[in-house]
């Protein structure tokens, strides 16, 4: 016997829910440090092609983004910070997020190859499946050191912006990777410490959570040192000139003072960490400063 | 189907096909002048 069943179809996701799965306020650093190593290599590239390129490394970063939300919905429905995301939210289902950051994947990497150069498009896949297959699907629930090693993900952005420019790799472009990668432990792990109640609701094993408040701030600042050796580097190395050497030099000291203040204190209340509070907001701005003064450098120095 | 759920549903499918055509017609203008950057070069 046949039985009739209504049945009402879910609603389509709003664009602005596809918009929100390429994370556009991380995309926006990301773009950012790949347009610097992009106006940073010493050659000339037609807009065109510059604009391309700073397309298709946003395009990929939106595309990891999406991916990072469809495979992680379960930690961002635990989390306060995150569970008002389009899957956790019920706003969309998880076949359309995984069609869309597959899509805009392969779309990125097709564009770059074709419009811009393979070294650049074999660069941005990497730095694709290193963030979804490496940190997201592999680290990020297992080990401490997700982010650590996870960070690679976030610095290949000025790496590609050179390769774009130039089609080969050089030291400067390598240190800059060095830099973004040595900067996401301290950037990440004050935001760890004032959210670590979130992280452990979650289960998912940061620092904070698996070896604690005191060793995560010895970590910060550890991981500070060489971060402002790798920013500085490129001045006596004559990559750079002295006004990139400047702006290094005095913000990479301020980042190391947060750090040494965030190493000395002991607040154990998320809502009184000012501290680590300060070191975040910090860091943020000092890549800004640093990637805009390299570029700076670039355009007025011979 | 109730007429409020139909009109939102409508809504949503208009305003990604308006967003989708925005997005093509911004790739055939970049596809143009890719490609007469490149054969110019």
Known sequence: MVSAVSWTPALPADWRDFL???KPRVMTLV????????????????????FTAVLCIALGAGASGALNMWYE???????????????????????????FGVGLGCFSVLLMGLAVNLLAALILTASILFYVVIYTVWLKRRTPQNIVIGGAAGAFPPLIGWAAATGHVALLPVLLFALV????????WALALFVRPDYAAAGVPMLPVVAGEDATRRQILLYSLPMAVAAVVPWPLGLTGAIYGIVATLSSAWFVLLAFRVWRSRERDPANMKAERRLFAFSVLYLFVLFGALVVDRMLLP | MTPDFEAEYRRRQRARAKVMAWILAALVVLFFAIAIVRLSS
């Open chain 1, 31 to 50: 773009v950012y440090t790949g347009l610097c190593g992009l106006l940073a290599a010493p050659v000339h590239l037609h807009p065109v092609i510059g």
């Open chain 1, 181 to 188: 990668f040595l900067w996401t432990p301290p950037h990440f």
């Open chain 1, 73 to 99: 919905a379960d930690i961002d429905a635990r989390m306060r910070r995150t569970r008002d995301r389009p899957l956790p939210g019920g706003r969309m289902d998880r076949q359309s997020a995984l069609h």
């Open chain 1, 20 to 22: 929100a799965l390429t």
